[in-house]
C-alpha cells in the first residue's frame, strides 16, 4: 500500500503532492501552521493541519481560524495522471473538432428533414448546430481532461492542438462537402472560437500547477 500523498493550500494555491515527512519538516521549520489547510484522499474537503499537531511531535496553537480571505478551490484529485503531450491533444481535438461537431450535424440534418427546410433557413440550421457542436465539444473535453489528465506543459499543448485541428477540419471540408468555400468560412469562424477558448483553458491550468 503506498504511502498517502498530501497537499497544501499555500499562497492561495493548492501545493503539492507531499510526504507526511515532508509536511512535518515545512511544520518544524514554521513554514506551515496550525491554520495552514490540507488535504488527502478520503476528505471531503480542506482541514486545518492543527489536526496532525500530535502527529509533528509540537503543540499546536490553541486557536486557529480558516484562511477567509482567499477563494479555496475544490479540492485537488489525487488520481490524475500524468499524460503524454500527444494524449492531450488527439484526445482533445477529436472530441472537439470531429465527434461533438458530426453529433451536432447529425441532429441539424435530422431537423432539417423534419421541418423540411431547404435554401438559406437549412444552411443556417446546420451552420448553428456545427457552431454548437464546436464550442460544446471543446468546453466537454477540457472539463473531462482536467479530471483525467495533468502535465507541466499545458501551454505546450496549443499549438500543437490548433495544428491538427486545422489540419482534421479543412481536410474534411476540401474532401467531403460539396461547398468547400463556404464550409471553409464557417469552419474558420469555428477553429478561432476553439483556438481561443483552447488556448486561456490552457493558460489556466498552467497557472493552477
Not at 479530471?147 to 481536410?171: E, Q, Y
Request: net charge neutral; aromatic share 14%; with cysteine.
Amino acid at each position: 500500500m503506498s504511502a498517502p500523498q498530501y497537499y497544501l493550500f499555500l499562497n492561495n494555491k493548492q501545493a503539492g503532492p507531499y510526504s507526511f515527512g515532508q509536511i512535518q519538516n515545512l511544520w518544524n521549520s514554521n513554514a506551515v501552521n496550525a491554520q495552514t489547510l490540507y488535504w488527502t484522499e478520503g476528505f471531503t474537503d480542506w482541514e486545518p493541519l492543527s489536526g496532525m499537531a500530535d502527529m509533528f511531535e509540537k503543540a499546536a496553537p490553541k486557536s486557529f481560524s480558516r484562511q477567509t480571505n482567499a477563494t479555496i478551490p475544490a479540492p485537488i484529485n489525487s488520481k490524475l495522471k500524468e499524460r503524454a503531450k500527444w494524449w492531450i491533444v488527439s484526445t482533445h481535438v477529436l472530441t472537439a473538432v470531429f465527434a461533438m461537431p458530426v453529433i451536432a450535424t447529425i441532429f441539424a440534418t435530422t431537423l432539417i428533414g423534419l421541418l423540411g427546410s431547404e435554401g438559406i433557413l437549412a444552411i443556417l440550421i446546420m451552420v448553428l448546430f456545427n457552431f454548437a457542436g464546436y464550442i460544446g465539444g471543446t468546453y466537454y473535453s477540457l472539463s473531462y481532461l482536467k479530471k483525467n489528465a495533468k502535465t507541466s506543459d499545458w501551454k505546450g499543448c496549443t499549438i500543437p492542438s490548433l495544428i491538427v485541428a486545422v489540419l482534421l477540419n479543412f481536410g474534411t471540408v476540401i474532401f467531403f462537402h460539396p461547398y468547400p468555400i463556404i464550409n471553409s468560412i464557417v469552419s474558420l469562424i469555428n477553429l478561432v472560437a476553439f483556438g481561443i477558448i483552447t488556448s486561456n483553458e490552457f493558460s489556466k491550468l498552467d497557472e493552477n500547477n
